[in-house]
Nanobody
Framework: VQLQASGGGLVQAGGSLSVSCVAS????????MGWFRQAPGKEREFVAV????????SYAAFVKERFAISRDNAKDTVFLQMNRLQSEDTGVYYC?????????????????WGQGTLVTVSS
């Protein structure tokens, strides 16, 4: 599967932004889909994941109910809605696909990665 992320940009602290990721090449519904991010000078970290069916989600603790992950299997797309953004949320956001059940949260569990989309939150 190939992944193409988009939707990043510049937003003020407290604002909202939605990023999306379109998959192609394989059956999208076979993959759990995750979002990770990498801030400047830091390691990549887990943000959110959604199961194949979309019925189960899991989030990193720092999300604190500010973000929401969703998917549209008919459109081969996964979304990440980010609200009440903070400067600490600045980074490159990557979507990733894992050909497995459940909601994997470790980067090593993912098979394919998108190219990333930059989110910059100004304070």
């Amino acid at each position: 599967v190939q992944l193409q992320a988009s939707g990043g940009g510049l937003v003020q602290a407290g604002g909202s932004l939605s990023v999306s990721c379109v998959a192609s090449g394989h059956t999208f519904s076979n993959y759990a889909m995750g979002w990770f991010r990498q801030a400047p000078g830091k390691e990549r970290e887990f943000v959110a994941v959604i199961s194949r069916s979309g019925l189960t989600t899991s989030y990193a603790a720092f999300v604190k109910e500010r973000f929401a992950i969703s998917r549209d299997n008919a459109k081969d797309t996964v979304f990440l809605q980010m609200n009440r953004l903070q400067s600490e949320d600045t980074g490159v956001y990557y979507c990733a696909a894992a050909n497995r059940r459940g909601t994997p949260i470790e980067a090593r569990e993912y098979d394919t990665w998108g190219q990333g989309t930059l989110v910059t939150v100004s304070s």
